[in-house]
């Protein structure tokens, strides 16, 4: 919600319970302005899916949405991607995440991409750990497979995505099948993202 803080205390966290869905978001912010997240737990169902399809089970998700700040997220075992920051696909709104900071995230054991950073206005990532993301314990990974994946997308027909004044802040990134990965395919749209640090 608008005006919300969700702080995860002690032993909390949220599970994703087995399933086969193709897509799935353990927590979204979408259409919200001026909220918190404090030390979330999220833990995906890579190791006991039920389906073959899809690569969209999403921990944490990032959509249009202002005046973010999520500390410390610890994402575990995504059927797609750990931490997602972009515009929905096919949304007509040309809106994108505005104003939004992640402070140190820790990725681990997702299938698809540990991040992937899509769209946004003035966004950062600080010190992101990113590791185990591809094929692992027996599951097949999905392509890119990548520790941070940078793709500007949108559905044809739909804004354009734009990136700007965005950071990532001295990733790490280790035991991933891809470690960085850049794929742009909308032509003449605008990318402003710096990554620094060691």
């Given amino acids: ?67 973010g700040y999520i500390h410390k997220p610890r994402i575990y075992d995504m059927w797609g991607d750990g931490l997602y920051i972009g515009k929905s696909w096919g949304g007509t709104s040309d809106s994108v995440p505005t104003n939004v900071t992640v402070f140190e995230p820790y990725i681990e054991g997702v299938r698809r991409n540990g991040l992937s950073f899509t769209s946004g206005n003035n966004v950062h990532v600080i010190r992101p750990y990113i590791t185990k993301v591809g094929d692992y314990d027996g599951v097949t990974g999905a392509f890119p497979k990548s520790g941070i994946d940078v793709e500007p997308e949108s559905a044809p027909g739909t804004p354009d995505p734009y990136m700007r004044h965005c950071s990532i802040e001295a990733p790490c990134i280790l035991d991933c099948h891809a470690g960085f990965f850049v794929y742009v395919f909308p032509d003449n749209i605008e990318i402003d993202l710096h990554i620094k640090g060691i």
Avoid: C
């Fill in 1 to 67: 919600r608008s005006n919300s803080v969700l702080g995860f205390v002690g032993n909390g966290e949220i599970r994703m319970l087995a399933n086969n869905a193709t897509n799935y978001d353990v927590i979204r912010a979408q259409d919200v302005e001026n909220y918190i997240i404090k030390n979330p737990v999220l833990r995906g169902d890579r190791l006991t899916h039920t389906g073959v399809g899809g690569e969209w089970g999403y921990g944490l998700t990032i959509y249009q949405s202002k005046n």
